[in-house]
């Protein structure tokens, strides 16, 4: 986690906690911020930074669904090394496996898979 939010610094990206009703994560482009519920549990906390990082990477202004899976992709390949993945893989082959294995969500798992079949 600590890498990401160091990440964030360097691009001049505030991270706030708040309360989002619903919502994991919001980035905000106009005020260079990203705002993460509170109340995550410490792998999705960490997929949520790295996706909104994704939002800001792309300059992303709104949520559509193309939007969302790229900032998706984007944080899959922040936080999964090919490396780590076969490795967790080479234990079991269940995405929802391999998520435990990487202690992220199963989203993250799926848009890593995404991400490669689009290469």
């Known amino acids: 986690?600590?890498?990401?939010?160091?990440?964030a610094e360097r691009?001049?990206?505030r991270v706030l906690?708040?309360?989002?009703?619903?919502r994991n994560g919001v980035y905000y482009?106009?005020?260079g911020m990203i705002i993460l519920d509170q109340g995550l549990c410490e792998s999705t906390e960490r997929f949520t930074l790295a996706h909104e990082l994704g939002h800001a990477h792309y300059g992303h202004l709104d949520s559509s669904p193309a939007n969302e899976m790229k900032?998706?992709?984007y944080a899959a390949r922040l936080l999964?090394?090919?490396e780590r993945y076969a490795q967790?893989?080479?234990?079991?082959d269940s995405h929802n496996f391999i998520a435990q294995?990487?202690?992220l969500p199963l989203r993250a798992i799926e848009a890593y898979c995404r991400g490669l079949v689009r290469k």
Request: glycine share 16%; no cysteine; hydrophobic share 40%.
């Open 29 to 31: 482009h106009e005020l």
């Open 11 to 13: 691009r001049g990206i």
């Open 1 to 7: 986690m600590l890498a990401l939010l160091e990440l």
């Open 71 to 73: 900032a998706d992709e």
């Open 101 to 103: 294995e990487l202690g």
């Open 17 to 22: 906690y708040g309360h989002l009703d619903g």
């Open 80 to 82: 999964i090394s090919h």
């Open 88 to 92: 967790a893989e080479s234990l079991g």
